[in-house]
């Protein structure tokens, strides 16, 4: 099981539970052409949103096998909510799970991404015990597969059109790392 104290800290960021107060800036992040361009769901207007956000609201621990952790990305100096970041547990018996992360393109380019997935990773081996956390994207994401690269994490698959998404065929690729390259590249 994994229910960390709240809030996370890493170097410039809090990680934490989302709250209803989150509402408006995860509206904004979720309504955005050049956010939702690779993600299976569509733009949300607000009442999309609004129910999203429900739904994320006490995703806050891992349980069991199926659990996902979703937590709002917040830069502590303004409070200012900038994306999120998630762990989800895909099986017990083989002790595997599936990092994910959504930011504000305002904030790209300054490594938040790559520091709140590395707390995810942390979470995931050091605290839950994970074997093996893999990450995937639409092959188009050439952002996020620098994202996945800076972690560590090496590629091993390239699926073609093996996803119908948003009316056209995509590529998915699938990074990953296991519990030994982690601790490989904590040592380093």
Request: net charge negative; no cysteine; proline share 3%.
């Amino acid at each position: 099981m994994l229910m960390p104290l709240y809030p996370l800290k890493t170097a410039r960021l809090l990680l934490r539970p989302y709250t209803f107060d989150d509402f408006d800036a995860f509206h904004d992040i979720q309504s955005r052409d050049d956010v939702t361009r690779y993600l299976r769901s569509d733009n949300r207007d607000r009442e999309e949103a609004r129910q999203e956000l429900t739904k994320l609201i006490g995703l806050e621990a891992l349980r069991e096998e199926g659990d996902k952790l979703v937590l709002a990305v917040e830069l502590p100096a303004t409070g200012t909510l900038i994306g999120d970041v998630g762990l989800f547990w895909t099986s017990r018996e083989h002790r595997q799970g599936e990092i994910g992360y959504i930011f504000h393109p305002d904030h790209s380019g300054k490594g938040y991404a790559t520091e709140a997935a590395t707390e995810m990773l942390r979470l995931g081996f050091e605290v839950l015990g994970l074997h093996r956390i893999a990450g995937s994207i639409d092959a188009r994401n050439d952002a996020s597969a620098r994202v996945l690269q800076r972690l560590g994490m090496r590629r091993e698959a390239h699926f073609v059109q093996n996803e119908m998404i948003k009316g056209e065929w995509t590529d998915e690729v699938v990074y990953a790392m296991l519990n030994d390259e982690w601790r490989a590249r904590e040592k380093a």
